[in-house]
């Protein structure tokens, strides 16, 4: 906790990121309370300029609070990002994991699988992936988790290997323990600070992919996200520009507070910053 705290104040960006992010969690947490209207309920004339006297961030074009849209939003947003780049991380630790323990043929095939994922463009996979299974949070979760794993599994791969051979595991293997039990007890927990830094940005990378995917008209159509706002804006946005510009604005300071983070992370887990 003070290798946390003396880092987060020497690095005031990741502290600025990271009281934003919080706030904005609380937001999401809090969002039916503190929405001045149900985001697609319509409270008044469309394509109304954001005013301090009516609607402080406008309408949209059939007019919904574009604020209340807002706010509403974070919590689709954040939901599937967070929960999403969770499956990655399990998924990518497990086939790297296996890969950098067993070595061999096994190291082989599971790296053969993890290229193959890697030549494919990875949002084009996502968007046939949303497409075959119909729009959802659980498609979208699982078409992110899909496209996002195969970096977190060759890191997590180049550390068991780096880690396998240490002293303090060749002395586990020669007690007599199972390699799951010094998989878990032994290597992961001293391969875990990069992933956890590669996962944190994840989180910015879901986030765009999410919001990418609404653009595009294959989110949850029955719920609203950022990225479904910025789309239904985009057809008029010389008549009203508000209506995409201020979800924009959400998602640009969302990723930019995740970055921040996960940079600040790098310092506090990574060895070499530690010395310096």
């Known amino acids: 906790m003070i290798k946390l705290s003396k880092t987060l104040k020497n690095n005031r960006a990741a502290t600025v990121g990271l009281i934003g992010l919080l706030i904005l969690i609380l937001i999401a947490a809090f969002a039916p309370w503190i929405a001045p209207y149900d985001p697609w309920d319509l409270v008044g004339r469309p394509f109304a300029h954001p005013s301090f006297d009516s609607f402080i961030l406008g309408t949209d074009t059939l007019g919904r609070d574009v604020l209340s849209g807002i706010l509403f939003g974070a919590r689709i947003s954040l939901f599937i990002s967070l ?13 790297g994991a296996i890969a950098g323990l067993c070595g061999g043929k096994i190291d082989t095939l599971l790296m053969s699988v993890t290229e193959f994922f890697q030549t494919i463009p990875s949002f084009f996979l996502a968007i046939l992936l949303v497409a075959i299974f119909q729009p959802s949070v659980a498609s979208i979760v699982f078409a992110i988790a899909i496209v996002t794993w195969p970096p977190i599994a060759r890191l997590t791969r180049a550390e068991f290997l780096a880690l396998r051979n240490r002293e303090y595991v060749l002395a586990a293997i020669s007690s007599g323990r199972s390699q799951l039990d010094i998989a878990l ?18 989180v910015a990378t879901s986030i765009l992919m999410e919001s990418a995917l609404s653009f595009l008209g294959l989110g949850d159509p029955n719920l609203i996200s950022w990225g479904y706002m910025i789309g239904a804006g985009r057809t008029v946005i010389r008549q009203a520009w508000w209506i995409s510009v201020f979800p924009g604005i959400a998602v640009v300071a969302t990723v930019l507070a995740v970055n921040t983070i996960g940079q600040g992370l790098n310092d506090i887990l990574d060895p070499k910053q530690s010395e310096g």
């Open 83 to 95: 929960v999403a780049t969770i499956v990655s991380a399990i998924l990518g630790v497990t086939v």
């Open 185 to 202: 007890r032994e290597i992961l927990p001293n391969a875990l600070p990069p992933i956890i830094v590669m996962s944190s940005l994840g």
